[in-house]
């Protein structure tokens, strides 16, 4: 998973402008985070059709606001630079509840 750098809601856009992408909003802090943390890799590799992108909160609090994102980790996935769902909230989530999240996400 990449992690991007301090962005925008533009540059974000435009990164995401082709393809399919889950990018994770999160925090090195965050316990819930660290959580799902070990699961990702086993994430990823279950949709090798997206790329997956990471967001750190505390680089990018302005994004966050823009984004309407008000809990961390939290999954939004993207097409063509479109956003197709969005799994936003405070809670811990795990591997089933992510790749849950995800599979729906793709039925359209």
Do not use: H
């Amino acid at each position: 998973m990449k992690k991007l750098p301090v962005i925008n809601k533009l540059e974000l856009e435009q990164r995401l402008s082709n393809g399919k992408y889950v990018v994770e909003f999160m925090a090195e802090w965050c316990p819930d985070c660290n959580f799902i943390k070990p699961r990702m890799p086993e994430i990823e590799a279950d949709f090798p059709e997206y790329t997956f992108l990471q967001v750190d909160r505390d680089q990018n609090l302005d994004l966050f606001e823009e984004l309407n994102v008000l809990g961390i980790p939290s999954f939004i996935v993207y097409e063509d630079g479109k956003e197709v769902d969005r799994l936003v909230n405070k809670a811990r989530k795990t591997k089933e509840e992510v790749e849950a999240f995800i599979r729906d996400a793709t039925k359209g």
